[in-house]
């Protein structure tokens, strides 16, 4: 993600000092730390079953989310479900992304996936939230058909 960053920077030459979606500069906002998810996992992992973690760091959410599917499934994530940090928004103006590109690349706005049965969401985002996590159910996990896609976002 950051090579495109770079190359997306290059291009549209920013004030990189200029107030950025509120307080933060642009700079700040790009060079923001990634958040930590442990404290919150390990505490959900002892409430219920967890099926399947993935954080998503590099290779963003169509690249991330497979690495913990069984074979033959696929996780097909509802785009409306979070909204999107606006620096998502600026890159993908900015550099000209297409959206798949942009969930291929970055995360946009989801850090963590977690994985759980249907009859646990309800119990995991209320762990989440109490933990002053940002949860949101943001789609299920179902079988593939043919050569579909591992992660569909719709």
Same mark, same amino acid.
């Given at each position: 993600?950051?090579?495109?960053?770079?190359?997306?920077?290059?291009?549209?030459? $920013?004030? !990189?000092?200029?107030?950025?979606?509120? =307080?933060?500069?642009? &700079?700040? +906002?790009? #060079?923001?730390?990634?958040?930590?998810?442990?404290?919150?996992?390990?505490?959900?992992?002892?409430?219920?079953?967890?099926?399947?973690?993935?954080?998503?760091?590099?290779?963003?959410?169509?690249?991330?989310?497979?690495?913990?599917?069984?074979?033959?499934?696929?996780?097909?994530?509802?785009?409306?479900?979070?909204?999107? $940090?606006? !620096?998502?928004?600026?890159?993908?103006? =900015?550099?000209?992304? &297409?959206? +798949?590109? #942009?969930?291929?690349?970055?995360?946009?706005?989801?850090?963590?996936?977690?994985?759980?049965?249907?009859?646990?969401?309800?119990?995991?985002?209320?762990?989440?939230?109490?933990?002053?996590?940002?949860?949101?159910?943001?789609?299920?996990?179902?079988?593939?058909?043919?050569?579909?896609?591992?992660?569909?976002?719709?």
């Amino acid at each position: 993600g950051y090579s495109l960053v770079r190359k997306i920077i290059e291009r549209s030459q $920013p004030d !990189l000092d200029a107030k950025f979606d509120g =307080e933060k500069s642009l &700079a700040d +906002a790009i #060079m923001a730390p990634t958040h930590i998810y442990v404290k919150p996992m390990l505490a959900l992992m002892h409430a219920l079953p967890v099926k399947g973690m993935a954080h998503i760091t590099g290779g963003g959410l169509t690249e991330n989310v497979p690495r913990v599917l069984p074979p033959g499934a696929k996780a097909v994530l509802q785009k409306s479900a979070w909204q999107r $940090p606006k !620096l998502f928004d600026w890159l993908q103006q =900015e550099g000209g992304v &297409a959206e +798949a590109e #942009m969930h291929r690349v970055f995360n946009c706005g989801i850090g963590m996936v977690v994985i759980v049965a249907q009859e646990h969401r309800r119990h995991a985002l209320d762990l989440l939230h109490a933990a002053g996590e940002k949860a949101a159910e943001i789609g299920t996990i179902e079988w593939r058909e043919g050569d579909e896609a591992q992660t569909i976002v719709v």
